[in-house]
């Protein structure tokens, strides 16, 4: 299996723990102890700490989804320009938030990654790469565009979408 295909494999797997509460293929997702760089600070945590942390994200912004604008893929690495929207569940007001992530994969599970965030209330101009903002993997693999289909993923710059 090539590494884009193993990190096209993982991002499908770890977009069901995102959107689907599916805390049981996090173990297929993340190495026993992930690596992470983000407004925590740098730290090293169990795969069974990062999934409570997810948990408490997904309790705490209602309905919180993942929006792809951007990424790449090379060999064990992926990076993603994404916005975070979700729900205020006081307000029930639209809350969105803008970054950028990259990550370092070892044996086809997240090892290490690197998280900027914007402030809240910060979205990208640019519309999201592929047709589907509600799903990544679309986005990304864009399973309704054959020119997207089955090949090593591309940036919107050089994949023909506009």
Same mark, same amino acid.
């Given at each position: 299996? *090539?590494?884009? &295909?193993?990190?096209?494999?993982?991002?499908?797997?770890?977009? *069901?723990?995102?959107?689907? =509460?599916?805390?049981?293929?996090?173990?297929?997702?993340? =190495?026993?102890?992930?690596?992470?760089?983000?407004?925590?600070?740098?730290? $090293?945590?169990?795969?069974?700490?990062?999934?409570?942390?997810?948990?408490?994200?997904?309790?705490?912004?209602?309905?919180?989804?993942?929006?792809?604008?951007?990424? *790449?893929?090379? =060999?064990?690495?992926?990076?993603?320009?994404?916005?975070?929207?979700?729900?205020?569940?006081? &307000?029930?007001?639209?809350?969105?938030?803008? =970054?950028?992530?990259?990550?370092? $994969?070892?044996?086809?599970?997240?090892?290490? $990654?690197?998280?900027?965030?914007? @402030?809240?209330?910060?979205?990208? &101009?640019?519309? @999201?790469?592929?047709?589907? @903002?509600? *799903?990544? &993997?679309?986005?990304?693999?864009?399973?309704?565009?054959?020119?997207?289909?089955?090949?090593?993923?591309? $940036?919107?710059?050089?994949?023909?979408?506009?």
């Amino acid at each position: 299996m *090539s590494e884009n &295909t193993m990190l096209r494999d993982l991002f499908d797997r770890w977009e *069901s723990v995102w959107h689907e =509460g599916r805390f049981d293929l996090v173990p297929d997702c993340v =190495g026993p102890h992930y690596i992470r760089h983000d407004e925590a600070g740098d730290r $090293t945590v169990t795969r069974e700490a990062y999934a409570a942390e997810i948990a408490k994200v997904q309790e705490d912004r209602h309905g919180i989804r993942v929006v792809v604008y951007d990424h *790449s893929f090379e =060999g064990n690495r992926a990076w993603f320009c994404f916005a975070f929207k979700c729900t205020d569940p006081k &307000t029930g007001e639209p809350r969105s938030r803008a =970054g950028m992530q990259s990550y370092r $994969t070892k044996s086809g599970k997240l090892v290490e $990654t690197w998280l900027a965030l914007q @402030p809240l209330g910060s979205a990208w &101009t640019d519309t @999201p790469h592929g047709v589907d @903002p509600v *799903s990544w &993997t679309p986005i990304l693999w864009n399973r309704r565009c054959s020119s997207c289909r089955d090949i090593a993923p591309r $940036t919107r710059r050089n994949s023909g979408h506009r």
